[in-house]
T-cell receptor, first 114, second 113 residues
Framework: GQQVMQIPQYQHVQEGEDFTTYCNSSTTLSNIQWYKQRPGGHPVFLIQLVKSGEVKKQKRLTFQFGEAKKNSSLHITATQTTDVGTYFCAGAMNYGGATNKLIFGTGTLLAVQP | EAQVTQNPRYLITVTGKKLTVTCSQNMNHEYMSWYRQDPGLGLRQIYYSMNVEVTDKGDVPEGYKVSRKEKRNFPLILESPSPNQTSLYFC????????????FGSGTQLSVL
């Protein structure tokens, strides 16, 4: 079935270093969403990208959607300890209905050492 | 406050003892869904509901049941739990009007002994 692959599975950085997580889909996506899950918490919506080649920024976070709408990335500049958590991408696939099906990537666990 | 409320937060049970995890949302969302989260596997969809009395299987529905008799509630039922259903469960809701972004409940950590 359709899959959304996410790498790396785990990343450990020193505070102040940059971090990037990547998602790849086997099929073209209608849109892609990103979520953050703090340790012990629940996933929280960060952003949605819809257009081919779209780039959005939220402070130190930069989100990109590939030209073919099959891949996406999240880049964090100068990580802080508050960035710790698991980042999930979720690709929206349309099967001809009114709504899309969201397929979650396996997530990237980010650890930030002070 | 807009929220998705799940109960209980933690649950320990024994094999074969029926249980229900409740989920309620106060945002008038038409779409609700259940996920389970396991290490290395991410979030996998169990069941979803497009609206009242409309439910469908997700990717891992075996051993689970759901119902959607009211728009706000979407309980997850395990008729005969087994140890392989030990997991972290999340309920989520969304609306097409809000771009289909998911709002998640706080989660239910289930252990089946």
């Amino acid at each position: 079935g359709q899959q959304v692959m996410q790498i790396p599975q785990y990343q450990h950085v020193q505070e102040g270093e940059d971090f990037t997580t990547y998602c790849n889909s086997s099929t073209t996506l209608s849109n892609i969403q990103w979520y953050k899950q703090r340790p012990g918490g629940h996933p929280v919506f960060l952003i949605q990208l819809v257009k081919s080649g779209e780039v959005k920024k939220q402070k130190r976070l930069t989100f990109q959607f590939g030209e073919a709408k099959k891949n996406s990335s999240l880049h964090i500049t100068a990580t802080q300890t508050t960035d710790v958590g698991t980042y999930f991408c979720a690709g929206a696939m349309n099967y001809g209905g009114a709504t899309n099906k969201l397929i979650f990537g396996t997530g990237t666990l980010l650890a930030v050492q002070p | 406050e807009a929220q998705v409320t799940q109960n209980p937060r933690y649950l320990i049970t024994v094999t074969g003892k029926k249980l229900t995890v409740t989920c309620s949302q106060n945002m008038n969302h038409e779409y609700m869904s259940w996920y389970r989260q396991d290490p290395g596997l991410g979030l996998r969809q169990i069941y979803y509901s497009m609206n009242v009395e409309v439910t469908d299987k997700g990717d891992v529905p075996e051993g689970y049941k759901v119902s959607r008799k009211e728009k706000r509630n979407f309980p997850l039922i395990l008729e005969s739990p087994s140890p392989n259903q030990t997991s972290l469960y999340f309920c989520a809701s969304s609306s097409v009007l809000e771009g289909e972004k998911l709002f998640f409940g706080s989660g239910t950590q289930l252990s089946v002994l």
